[in-house]
């Protein structure tokens, strides 16, 4: 391209060159019939026919000129149109790459969500792993019920039965609630269960079967309080201010250590 448009400037040169050339011959060569006419005699005739070849040579240059003025256009014309069309060509690639890249994007996005749903569903398919505690089982279900010695925080009791196939226990039925409560026995010691509302205080929920605690509601008067604005989680409690209290709900300090309760939920009924 840069070759061809360096030779249409060169074109235009020669042709503004050419075009004072042939007014140069024609000027010289009137010039030499006045000479003729200052030295010899001459007639009529060889002054029309001076005058003729003066407008013949005039006529042949502005033809000739005219000639290359349209070819030298024509040639520019082509420079342009093949300028014209490589920029389209250059567009229609950067469009083209960009819908590409698009394409690439949204495919990629496609396959890291149908991957992700692959990892959800291996994890659902997944067998729950057979737990090695001794379970004790109650006419609701099969529980752990930790020993007075074994103390821990909600959320790592929590922990404790999920790695162990298990899950903190989500009593939900008067019947259950009957079962454990005499499981316990003579103890006084508070039990931690599944129960929580650290997702919406005030909003509690079983964590352990994803289910709103509303349908079986077993708080101890007053509770839950959420005392001095930080007691998150749901345990059995005996309250220590009433006459002969029994088990209840109660909901207290997460991070405080006490017993727990987990189910095997295959075996709740």
């Not at 342009?80 to 790459?97: M, P, V, Y």
Request: proline residues 3%; contains cysteine.
């Amino acid at each position: 391209m840069k070759g061809l448009c360096g030779a249409i400037f060169l074109f235009v040169g020669a042709s503004f060159v050419f075009a004072p050339f042939c007014e140069a011959s024609h000027v010289i060569l009137h010039g030499l019939e006045l000479q003729q006419r200052s030295s010899t005699a001459y007639s009529c005739d060889d002054q029309a026919y001076y005058d003729e070849l003066a407008r013949t040579r005039q006529a042949a240059c502005n033809a000739t000129l005219a000639n290359e003025t349209a070819l030298l256009l024509a040639v520019k014309n082509q420079c342009l149109q093949t300028k014209q069309d490589q920029s389209e060509i250059q567009n229609g690639n950067l469009e083209a790459c960009s819908l590409a890249r698009s394409a690439e994007a949204n495919n990629c996005n496609n396959e890291l969500l149908a991957l992700s749903l692959q990892i959800l569903q291996c994890k659902a398919d997944c067998p729950v792993p057979p737990t090695t505690l001794s379970l004790t089982v109650l006419s609701t279900g099969s529980y752990y019920i930790s020993p007075s010695g074994q103390l821990k925080s909600w959320f790592m009791a929590d922990k404790f039965c999920k790695s162990n196939g298990l899950e903190l226990a989500s009593v939900e039925t008067i019947e259950e609630s009957d079962a454990l409560i005499a499981a316990f026995g003579s103890s006084t010691d508070r039990f931690w269960l599944s129960g929580t509302d650290l997702g919406k205080e005030g909003t509690f929920y079983w964590s352990g079967v994803g289910k709103f605690i509303d349908a079986f509601w077993y708080f101890e008067d007053g509770q839950p309080d959420n005392a001095n604005g930080n007691e998150n989680c749901v345990q059995y409690f005996v309250h220590p201010d009433f006459n002969d209290a029994t088990y209840k709900w109660n909901d207290d300090k997460c991070n405080s250590p006490f017993r727990f309760v987990c189910e095997l939920e295959s075996t709740k009924l």
